[in-house]
T-cell receptor
Framework: GDSVTQMEGPVTLSEEAFLTINCTYT??????LFWYVQYPGEGLQLLLK?????DKGSNKGFEATYRKETTSFHLEKGSVQVSDSAVYFC?????????????FGSGTRLSIRP | DGGITQSPKYLFRKEGQNVTLSCEQN?????MYWYRQDPGQGLRLIYY???????QKGDIAEGYSVSREKKESFPLTVTSAQKNPTAFYLC??????????????FGPGTRLTVL
């Protein structure tokens, strides 16, 4: 079945460092791809999404490009802040009927040092 | 202000008791979902509902039950048959049909602890 694999954490960076969190997927169709962020004790927030190959999702300085040839959707940010400390989930969506099924990666915990 | 609310935020249960988690949304979404999150893991789908009075099992439905009597509400009951119920439970919703169906919006979660 479809699956998502993302790099294991924790990832610890200094403020203003460049961030990459790797994510690869396997899917039989053409899923939409997502990055969700979870702050401590909270639910998930949609960070960005891409619905087709070569689409780039972006939000709050984060970017990810849907690469069909490498089945990847890596998350990047040019200069991280302490407030970016959270758990990041890569996910894909299988659409069926009038609902969708999201398959999540296991999450990557990011800690930013001041 | 539209969104999804879950209550309570923290819930404690004795072994052998059933407990019901609340999920309400005012986004006018047709589809609603329940997920379970365990420490250090991703989310796993328990149940989902595409429309009122209809719901389907997800990947880990055993020991859980749901109802969908109103569009806005999708309560989850954790029964005594669930062997390891301690977890963080997340409710989500999405627009039914169309290109935005695949984007799910999440509530703040309920942390259930079995004593």
């Amino acid at each position: 079945g479809d699956s998502v694999t993302q790099m294991e954490g924790p990832v610890t960076l200094s403020e203003e460092a460049f961030l990459t969190i790797n994510c690869t997927y396997t899917a039989t169709g053409y899923p939409s791809l997502f990055w969700y962020v979870q702050y401590p004790g909270e639910g998930l927030q949609l960070l960005l999404k891409a619905t087709k190959a070569d689409d780039k999702g972006s939000n709050k300085g984060f970017e990810a490009t849907y690469r069909k040839e490498t089945t990847s959707f890596h998350l990047e940010k040019g200069s991280v802040q302490v407030s970016d400390s959270a758990v990041y989930f890569c996910a894909l969506s299988e659409r069926y009927s009038s609902a969708s099924k999201i398959i999540f990666g296991s999450g990557t915990r990011l800690s930013i040092r001041p | 202000d539209g969104g999804i609310t879950q209550s309570p935020k923290y819930l404690f249960r004795k072994e052998g008791q059933n407990v019901t988690l609340s999920c309400e949304q005012n986004l006018n979404h047709d589809a609603m979902y329940w997920y379970r999150q365990d420490p250090g893991q991703g989310l796993r789908l328990i149940y989902y509902s595409q429309i009122v009075n209809d719901f389907q099992k997800g990947d880990i439905a055993e020991g859980y039950s749901v109802s969908r009597e109103k569009k806005e509400s999708f309560p989850l009951t954790v029964t005594s048959a669930q062997k390891n119920p301690t977890a963080f439970y997340l409710c989500a919703s999405s627009i039914a049909g169309g290109p935005s169906t695949d984007t799910q919006y999440f509530g703040p979660g309920t942390r259930l602890t079995v004593l």
